[in-house]
């Protein structure tokens, strides 16, 4: 990690201006610590700051402006913080490139002024219940350490306030391509998948490069977990000249050292520390792509020196996060799913594939450029009916128009709960799982979720 900032550098700070472009939760916490620094701050929304972020940053100060980018002022910043969810195509981006003024992402900047170890989790996939997972097996361990990243608190916002040993971080690819110098000290990487190609040219090897540069800056005492099961990941691996230990995880084939799965058992063995062997049915999180998301939190733990007991507990009594495969209750016989987060065609699959009954499946929303070839199978085999809950499904209907008899579209998670509840008959699943972003009829997979949960409860 870099070291703590010294005086020295503090001092240095005083008058140079630090521009935090996006007012959430990422840029208000990069710009309390910017502050705590130092340095002169302004941050610059296009839009409109929710309330609680403006009462933060009123409350502290902070110099900000919503609506526009005063550009002109802007182009003076020592340094840009830009929010992962503005492209790098944006007018005033390129801009900033073009005249040479630095543009990073919270987690490069927060990572200069904390000495905590970091374990950060990326993948198309699984990264939420990973590193969710993992967090909740270190703290069962009594170790201080906070969750931040894409989940929980901003990670700027508590190395500004907090004092944690290790942070478990999950990082979307958004937030990799922003980062530089930043280092991770034990680096996850779950699967590579087709997600956000609209933001990649389109093209699969852009993607992928961005969720490998969590290995950048790696040293040789550090460590990259990986799925030796993953295809994409493999075909990158050699090239990408990792500096770290290979710890790899698979379900197809025993390994030397790593996790793999033996007679239903998960064994890991980082060759550090006694072997730890455990029952896939004591996981309390079910279905192959949990058995992964579990093998990657049980390798860190192993790597940490965490006893098997408190690896097993954890494992057994994880409550997973909200809007992933979540039950949203039982009417009538029929279960509902919440699995809101499921914005990519591959979380859908792994949904579907961990549900054992006859699917009313609620897809659609935001079209990332989905290929959605790999669930034709699933939905061939379990899918009964099909509700698109987005502005414009035609993709969807082309995809699945030989497979599904019934197609309805919806325009409200309501209305989309009721005409499910009438599709389904007792032991059916109605499953929302979107497969696509939720911006056109939503404010965030949050908010759909929550929608989908209250509208089941209305029934």
């Known amino acids: 990690?870099?070291?703590?900032?010294?005086?020295?550098?503090?001092?240095?700070?005083?008058?140079?201006?630090?521009?935090v472009l996006g007012a959430g939760e990422s840029g208000t916490g990069a710009a309390i610590l910017a502050r705590k620094?130092?340095?002169?701050?302004?941050?610059?929304?296009?839009?409109?700051?929710?309330?609680?972020?403006?009462?933060?940053?009123?409350?502290?100060?902070?110099?900000?402006?919503?609506?526009?980018h005063s550009e002109e002022r802007i182009m003076k910043a020592k340094e840009v913080i830009k929010s992962p969810g503005i492209p790098e195509k944006a007018p005033l981006v390129k801009k900033l490139r073009t005249a040479g003024i630095p543009v990073i992402s919270e987690i490069e900047f927060a990572g200069r002024?904390?000495?905590?170890?970091?374990?950060?989790?990326?993948?198309?996939?699984?990264?939420?219940?990973?590193?969710s997972l993992t967090w909740h097996m270190l703290s069962k361990a009594g170790l201080n350490v906070g969750l931040a990243g894409n989940i929980g608190k901003s990670f700027a916002w508590q190395v500004a306030e907090a004092d944690y040993d290790v942070y478990v971080l999950e990082l979307s690819s958004f937030m990799l391509d922003d980062m530089y110098e930043f280092r991770a000290d034990i680096a996850v990487l779950l699967n590579i998948t087709p997600d956000h190609l609209d933001r990649y040219d389109y093209k699969m090897e852009n993607y992928a490069r961005s969720k490998f540069r969590i290995?950048?800056?790696?040293?040789?005492?550090?460590?990259?977990?990986?799925?030796?099961?993953?295809?994409?990941?493999?075909?990158?691996l050699d090239?990408?000249?990792?500096?770290?230990?290979?710890?790899?995880?698979?379900?197809?084939?025993?390994?030397?050292?790593?996790?793999?799965?033996?007679?239903?058992?998960?064994?890991?063995?980082?060759?550090?520390?006694?072997?730890?062997?455990?029952?896939?049915?004591e996981l309390v999180l079910q279905g192959r792509h949990n058995?992964?998301?579990?093998?990657a939190s049980g390798i860190t733990a192993k790597v940490l020196d965490l006893r098997n007991d408190t690896i097993r507990e954890s494992m057994g009594d994880f409550k997973n996060v909200p809007h992933r495969l979540e039950n949203a209750g039982t009417i009538s016989g029929i279960t509902f799913i919440n699995d809101s987060k499921a914005t990519n065609v591959n979380s859908t699959w792994y949904a579907l594939e961990s549900v054992n009954t006859d699917v009313?499946?609620?897809?659609?929303?935001?079209?990332?450029?989905?290929?959605?070839?790999?669930?034709?199978?699933?939905?061939?085999?379990?899918?009964?009916?099909?509700?698109?809950?987005?502005?414009?499904?035609?993709?969807?209907?082309?995809?699945?128009?030989?497979?599904?008899?019934?197609?309805?579209?919806?325009?409200?998670?309501?209305?989309?709960?009721?005409i499910g509840y009438h599709l389904a008959t007792k032991g059916d699943t109605v499953l929302l799982s979107p497969a696509c972003a939720s911006f056109d009829l939503f404010k965030s997979y949050e908010d759909r979720g929550e929608q989908f949960k209250e509208a089941v409860k209305s029934l």
């Open 291 to 295: 058995i992964y998301n579990s093998m």
């Open 360 to 418: 009313v499946l609620i897809m659609g929303g935001v079209d990332k450029g989905n290929d959605y070839s790999m669930l034709k199978e699933l939905v061939k085999k379990k899918v009964k009916a099909i509700i698109c809950l987005g502005k414009d499904n035609r993709r969807i209907y082309d995809a699945f128009e030989d497979d599904v008899e019934i197609f309805v579209n919806a325009f409200s998670a309501r209305e989309a709960v009721e």
């Open 37 to 68: 620094q130092g340095y002169n701050v302004l941050v610059s929304d296009v839009g409109e700051i929710t309330a609680k972020y403006r009462e933060v940053l009123l409350e502290r100060g902070i110099e900000f402006e919503e609506g526009h």
């Open 113 to 131: 002024f904390t000495n905590a170890k970091t374990i950060c989790i990326t993948g198309s996939n699984g990264k939420t219940t990973t590193t």
């Open 239 to 281: 090239e990408m000249k990792i500096n770290a230990q290979l710890l790899p995880f698979s379900i197809e084939r025993s390994l030397e050292r790593g996790a793999w799965l033996e007679s239903e058992k998960i064994i890991i063995n980082t060759n550090t520390t006694e072997v730890l062997t455990m029952s896939i049915n």
């Open 215 to 236: 290995a950048q800056n790696q040293r040789p005492d550090d460590v990259f977990i990986y799925c030796a099961d993953d295809a994409e990941t493999l075909k990158y």
């Open 1 to 19: 990690m870099s070291s703590m900032v010294d005086i020295e550098k503090e001092q240095s700070a005083a008058g140079e201006l630090i521009v």
